[in-house]
């Protein structure tokens, strides 16, 4: 993504702030305009008028509900088969988006999931909320809608919207005190309103295209309405993302986001979790077009849940790596019969998932430090936050593994003068570093950092050099794994670069598939990465029994 916001005038970036952005180059952002679904587009002539008068505040609530009951009644009859988008569908798909939207809202929702009476031109009908079912939300679930298409999408080039009949919409779940994994501006998920009609009693019903993209309306199967990028885009990034990345990861109170597991979607038991982990001085707004560009496969969307860690970048790896296993434990607490997890992981967040797979001990660390790593486990207690953050187990509920861009060797830039720089400008949080000068000896930190005058933070732990990297990568990988690697073409592989991370570096024998794309280091968005993700989830459904075999949409280029 290619975004350069312009900083407040407060906030000058010093040149050197500057350089480290460009060596770095590890996020890149991108706007673009929203397409709305119904704007601009014919309403049916006869339901026209009715239809303005139920958009009128200046109408009591259960009159415009009536209003929108009867556009719909009048449209319903002639919604064909759903795929072709007619004046008829467009009035039918904007009453029962309105309606939902207009009895959740109206009144703080007094009239949201009763049955209801209402009566427009001497028409009388009965409405009631269709019950929770596999392909039907619960009436109760979210606490408010907003129309799909009155979203704005500054980062999502390419809407990912599904033709048919019923009012596309975003669910928001949002409840006090906020639930466990909740972004702070709550959950949410595509939904579909459609309306039935028999006689004179009507049933709305709130669907969930992602999983079943079809359903009987008014007496016969149709296509739904959705649109699967708006749930994203109600995400709004901050105006100045790249530079609050770029903050956030010299300081971790300028971070956007509580360190945390995030879910973009309410928990479906049935959905595998596929977890994404950004990189250094980025933010989770890096995975939008990828989520998104992902979402446009049904088998995708119908078998995986999106779930996210955001984590200020400055804090030592091995420290963000015990931040994310307490995550997933968490999740494993809370929903302990959840399917195992997929983990993808961009950069210096591909090594912190690289951390998930391996089983690390004493042992290994002793050979690596001697002395230095036996008296780092004698000075300290097996719960003590240093020990636990380089003594770990494989963690048995993650079964596959994706790497892109990853530094699994580290990266020169990390030794070079501008990687000084930035171990010189990062802030560690005081109780980190205060449990850190409690628990290493300025031998330990001469022996991590080469300096006795300096806690180790995230790019010490990409240098080369680092003592971590050889240990990490000495133990097998527990689970099947994939790399994906940028390639910018100034060289050919395996000499080649993605600008950052140096092929060296990103490659592991043993991997199940090796995709070289053609593109920088902040490759995640690409079409080629986006297509080989998509292959290796496929790939995950078919050998865990999860889908039958099928084509994939897209293709990575080889």
Same mark, same amino acid.
């Given at each position: ?6 900083? *407040? ?256 979607? *309410? ?49 030592? /790896? ?67 936050? /240093? ?35 930035? /171990? ?39 240098? *080369? ?94």
């Amino acid at each position: 993504m290619n975004q350069n916001p312009k900083m *407040p005038p407060q906030h000058k970036t010093p040149g050197r702030l500057q350089l480290i952005a460009v060596a770095t180059c590890l996020a890149f952002f991108a706007g673009c305009a929203t397409t709305p679904q119904t704007a601009g587009r014919l309403q049916y002539g006869p339901a026209a008028s009715i239809l303005r008068e139920a958009r009128s505040t200046q109408v009591p609530v259960e009159q415009r509900a009536a209003d929108y009951l009867q556009a719909a009644a009048m449209t319903a009859p002639l919604l064909g088969t759903g795929a072709q988008q007619t004046p008829a569908v467009d009035t039918y798909n904007a009453a029962c988006s309105e309606l939902t939207v207009l009895l959740r809202s109206s009144e703080g929702g007094r009239l949201w999931n009763h049955p209801l009476t209402l009566t427009a031109s001497n028409k009388t009908y009965h409405l009631r909320l269709e019950p929770a079912s596999s392909g039907v939300w619960a009436p109760n679930y979210f606490t408010t809608f907003e129309g799909a298409d009155q979203i704005k999408e500054k980062l999502i080039r390419k809407q990912n919207i599904h033709e048919g009949v019923g009012g596309a919409l975003v669910g928001v779940r949002i409840v006090n005190p906020p639930e466990k994994f909740a972004p702070a501006r709550g959950i949410t998920a595509a939904v579909t309103a459609t309306l039935d009609f028999h006689a004179a009693d009507a049933t709305l019903a709130l669907r969930r295209p992602a999983k079943q993209p079809t359903a009987t309306v008014e007496g016969k199967i149709r296509p739904l309405a959705a649109n699967f990028s708006a749930p994203i885009s109600y995400y709004q990034p901050p105006g100045n993302l790249t530079f609050m990345g770029l903050f956030g990861g010299f300081s971790a109170k300028n971070y956007p986001a509580k360190t945390g597991l995030y879910f973009l979607q *309410p928990y479906d038991p049935d959905r595998i979790p596929l977890v994404f982990v950004h990189g250094l001085f980025s933010t989770p707004w890096t995975w939008v077009q990828t989520i998104n560009g992902l979402q446009a496969d049904p088998e995708i969307r119908k078998h995986y849940q999106f779930w996210i860690f955001a984590y200020p970048t400055g804090n030592p /790896i091995l420290y963000s790596a015990l931040r994310l296993r307490e995550e997933l434990a968490k999740a494993d607490q809370l929903y302990p019969n959840h399917k195992p997890y997929v983990v993808v992981g961009h950069s210096m967040g591909g090594m912190l998932t690289h951390d998930q797979v391996v089983t690390v001990n004493e042992g290994m660390w002793e050979k690596a430090l001697g002395q230095n790593a036996r008296s780092v486990f004698k000075e300290n207690s097996g719960n003590s936050l /240093i020990v636990r953050a380089i003594k770990f187990r494989a963690n048995p509920r993650i079964k596959r593994v994706v790497f892109i861009c990853t530094p699994h060797r580290g990266s020169d830039l990390a030794s070079n003068g501008i990687g000084k720089i930035g /171990i010189s400008l990062i802030t560690l949080p005081t109780r980190l570093a205060a449990v850190m000068m409690d628990s290493l000896t300025n031998a330990d930190l001469a022996q991590i950092t080469g300096s006795s005058k300096r806690l180790p933070n995230s790019i010490t732990g990409l240098k *080369p050099t680092s003592p971590a990297l050889p240990v990490i990568n000495s133990v097998p990988i527990s689970v099947p794994y994939h790399s994906i690697i940028g390639d910018r073409g100034k060289d050919h592989c395996p000499n080649c670069s993605d600008g950052v991370v140096a092929y060296w570096s990103s490659h592991l024998d043993g991997a199940q598939s090796e995709v070289i794309v053609p593109g920088p280091h902040g490759s995640c968005e690409l079409p080629q990465t986006i297509a080989e993700l998509d292959r290796i989830l496929r790939l995950h459904l078919r050998s865990s029994g999860s889908s039958k075999p099928a084509t994939t949409i897209a293709q990575a280029s080889r």
